[in-house]
């Protein structure tokens, strides 16, 4: 198969881990007859440094037209960087939220997994840790807060700041509806996470989620308040199968889910739309204390890859190959520095990323 990838690489670690999944891509490649086609486009900080914008209609059309985005990360350190002296829209996060939201990303998906070989790195207590847990965290990502109108204004000589958080139902079903897709596939159980206990948004949320619920008889779900979530993550984080949630909380409760799996570096994610178009891009940030240094863990944006060939292109066992691949890394104790521990053996992130391609 011919396969059609804009890459972005972006700012802070995003060249380095991306370059490395583009190494493991071209693994498979050779392994299974496929060609991979790259072409790099500018979103973020380095966007902004060429084009003065961080995100080019031109590079959106680009992006439009490849079959799937591979993308690093976006942005640098918000207390020191010139970027964050810009205007909000002018900043690198606006690229990512504009690339989103013109390619209509609405379903993100991001798996949390405790592999077994790194439960040593979980923060959490043995007992829960030795229990594991495998779960999919939904999260709505073209709507609510982060897409509403706002505004900083005096308001009778008082400086004051208005976010809006507005959800509708055809919004809300179509994410339900890719939630309990997914959960057919997995164990069968969603709990979807809102704040209806204060919230309009969640209340017109919970409602629709009922009636989606009512076409998967096979899946048992359940409503969980956002609170009452973030505290389960870390007391029983076994229990979760499929997580749905709107926006804000599924950026929050997708981080807490990353950390108990010993580290952010390993959390891929997938945004997607209703076609089998998709962007992929490790869940966690650009890292800038460490940018440059081939220090960082490529292993998030290499599944992140492997999701790419599952959801986009169809290739489940080359996706399957990539997954075993990373598994039989860690089983032969080869950890970059964010999962180093006792009786394993440090290595970079090109090293880690010709590991991973080695074994595909
Ligand atoms: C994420 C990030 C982004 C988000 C930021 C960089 C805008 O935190 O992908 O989770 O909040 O969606
Ligand atoms: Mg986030």
Known sequence: ?????????????????????????????????????????????????????????????????ADAVLLGSIGGNTSTSPWYKLPPEKRPEAGLLKIRKELGLFANLRPAFLYNELKGACPLKEEIADKGFDMMIM??????????????????????????????????RRIAIKGFDIAMKRRKKVTSVDKANVLDSSRLW?????????????????????????????????????????????DILSDEASMITGSIGMLASASLNETKFGMYEPSGGSAPDIAGQNKANPIATILSAAMMLRYTFDMDKEA???????????????????????????????QMGDLIAERV
């Open 139 to 172: 999260r709505e990502l073209t709507g609510g807060l982060y897409f509403g109108a706002r505004e900083t204004k005096e308001v009778d000589g008082v400086m004051t700041a208005v976010d809006t958080l507005t959800y509708n139902e055809n919004e809300i």
């Open 320 to 350: 399957d190959a990539i997954e075993a691949a990373v598994q039989q890394v860690l089983v032969e104790n080869y950890r970059t520095c964010d999962i180093v521990s006792e009786g394993t053996e440090l290595v970079s992130c090109s």
């Open 206 to 250: 919970r409602k629709i989620v009922e009636e989606v619920a009512k076409d998967y008889p096979e899946v048992t779900y359940e409503h969980m308040l956002v609170d009452n979530c973030a505290m389960q993550l870390v007391k029983d984080p076994a229990q979760f199968d499929v997580v749905l949630t709107e926006n804000m909380f599924g």
């Open 1 to 65: 198969m011919n396969c059609n990838i804009a890459v972005i690489k972006g700012d802070g670690i995003g060249p380095e881990v991306v370059s490395e999944a583009m190494k493991v891509l071209d693994a498979v490649g050779a392994k299974y007859g496929h060609t991979f086609n790259y072409e790099q486009l500018l979103m973020g900080g380095c966007s902004i440094d060429v084009h003065g914008v961080p995100l080019t209609d031109e590079a959106v059309a680009r992006a439009k037209a």
